[in-house]
């Protein structure tokens, strides 16, 4: 079952993705060769507080078989797709590091990630990290009332499959609300004009995860840790998006801009709709 947001239910969430986007720009600010991914949990953590909400993945158990999940953050470097530990492991120059952050506001949830470059890049390494942001927005403007669920894979399949990059299969974007994870899921492949109708109300995380090889994935003996099953570098971004009577809301940007006020050529990590910005 989908559910339905009220304008009201909207305006909570839109605090929520607040403190996403706060953390975001902490976590980007921070994040330096030298520096451990247990401190930058410990940041998350002290911005989530401040902003008097609580962190949506600590003790998160998706199954009773499962080890309630450990951090702040999912902080997964390199060949680390999603949901990796921060542990002592400290960034080095060359370095991709996939930051997930979730928080929640009197009970309504935003969920983002991005992934950045530590000091200096391989050319590979960026171009992995711009073509998945790149998906991610070709997927956030497939997103209107009226439009089909698989107007938004095939959107961002379309970036991933020019540039000959493994697309993610096992793991999708999602609907949220009261829950971080809700129906629909949303897959990051598809066919246009297949699936469910987008409604306002609906609320979803649109989160490609692009491999430099093989889409293939297998977890580490932790439970959690996601890795490309060839050892190559994979990138992940994600916004939670927002159809409201008025338009399309990208709640995990500062402000919370309508998708219709954010240029074209604009994308989270550049300056005006930045998360190093305001
Ligand atoms: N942000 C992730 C997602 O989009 C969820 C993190 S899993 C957790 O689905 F265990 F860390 F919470
Ligand atoms: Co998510």
Same mark, same amino acid.
């Given at each position: 079952?989908?559910t339905?947001?009220s304008?009201?239910?909207f305006? #909570?969430?839109?605090? *929520?993705?607040? /403190?996403? *986007?706060?953390?975001?720009?902490a976590?980007?600010?921070?994040a #330096? ?6 401190e930058l949990d410990?940041?998350?953590a +002290? ?5 008097? /909400? ?11 078989l ?8 999912c902080l ?14 400290k960034?080095?120059?060359?370095d ?5 952050? &979730? ?7 935003g ?5 950045m470059?530590?000091?200096?890049? @391989?050319?590979?390494? *960026?171009?992995l990290?711009?073509t ?13 009332a009226?439009a089909r669920?698989g ?8 970036? &991933? ?5 493994? !697309?993610?299969? +096992?793991y ?7 829950? %971080?994870?809700? +129906? ?9 004009? #297949?699936?469910i109708?987008?409604?306002v109300?609906?609320?979803? /995380?649109?989160?490609? %995860?692009?491999?430099?090889g093989?889409w293939?994935t ?11 099953v060839?050892? @190559?570098?994979s ?7 927002a159809?409201?009577?008025s ?5 995990t940007?500062p402000g919370?801009?309508?998708? *219709?006020d !954010?240029p074209?050529t604009?994308y989270? @990590? ?6 190093? @910005?305001?």
């Amino acid at each position: 079952m989908i559910t339905l947001k009220s304008d009201r239910e909207f305006e #909570k969430m839109e605090v *929520a993705g607040a /403190c996403v *986007a706060a953390v975001h720009r902490a976590v980007r600010e921070a994040a #330096k060769p030298g520096v451990t991914l247990k401190e930058l949990d410990d940041i998350a953590a +002290e911005v989530t507080r401040t902003r008097d /909400c609580t962190p949506s993945f600590l003790h998160y158990q998706p199954s009773p078989l499962q080890t309630p999940y450990p951090g702040h953050l999912c902080l997964s470097v390199n060949d680390v797709i999603v949901h990796g530990i921060p542990s002592g492991y400290k960034l080095r120059s060359g370095d991709i590091l996939s930051v997930d952050a &979730g928080a929640i506001y009197e009970g309504f949830h935003g969920d983002a990630a991005f992934t950045m470059g530590i000091g200096d890049l @391989s050319p590979e390494a *960026a171009a992995l990290v711009a073509t998945t942001e790149e998906s991610m927005w070709a997927g956030i403007r497939a997103v209107q009332a009226g439009a089909r669920l698989g107007d938004i894979g095939a959107a961002v399949q379309a970036v &991933g499959d020019t540039r000959g990059y493994g !697309i993610v299969r +096992e793991y999708v974007g999602h609907g949220i609300g009261r829950q %971080m994870h809700e +129906e629909p899921q949303v897959p990051n492949l598809g066919t246009a004009g #297949k699936g469910i109708k987008l409604r306002v109300g609906m609320a979803l /995380c649109i989160e490609p %995860m692009f491999n430099a090889g093989s889409w293939e994935t297998r977890v580490d003996p932790d439970g959690w840790t996601v890795r490309t099953v060839d050892g @190559s570098l994979s990138a992940h971004f994600e916004h939670t998006v927002a159809i409201t009577r008025s338009g399309v809301r990208v709640m995990t940007l500062p402000g919370a801009p309508d998708l *219709a006020d !954010i240029p074209a050529t604009d994308y989270n @990590s550049r300056p005006v709709y930045g998360t190093q @910005s305001t």
